[in-house]
């Protein structure tokens, strides 16, 4: 059984720094991504940082040059820097590792998610 667990968040003020961990255990065939999701209170789920089985890493425009996803070669650890936090920061933060499926010659996606960590950004 595929489970994904994050550490990490916490209470933080405004210009401080936190990092996320998510530790993957249990196999994951065909493993192509992994990727650092956050809702924040009203909002929806969106995509923060992924990074894929090529080494791209991609990042949402709100945390360029702030945020930096990292993982272990062994795709069991992923990890989100989080620099220059600001309140708009608050959110609970996701892990997802995504794999590829093949069914009749239809190619997809499965995903896994973690049950996330809470970051609170506040004076």
């Known amino acids: 059984q595929v489970k994904l667990v994050e550490s990490g968040g916490g209470l933080v003020q405004p210009g401080g720094s936190l990092k996320l961990s998510c530790a993957r255990s249990?196999?994951?065939?065909?493993?192509?991504?992994l990727a650092w999701y956050r809702q924040g209170p009203g909002k929806q789920r969106e995509l923060v940082a992924a990074?894929?089985?090529?080494?791209?890493?991609d990042y949402a425009d709100s945390v360029t040059g702030r945020f930096t996803i990292s993982r272990d070669s062994a795709w069991n650890m992923v990890y989100l820097q989080m620099n220059t936090l600001k309140p708009e920061d608050t959110a609970v933060y996701y892990c997802e590792a995504a794999a590829l499926t093949c069914n009749r010659g239809t190619y997809g996606r499965r995903e896994y998610w973690g049950q996330g960590t809470q970051v609170t950004v506040s004076s």
């Open positions: 990074i894929t089985s090529d080494v791209q890493s």
């Open positions: 249990g196999n994951i065939p065909d493993i192509y991504e």
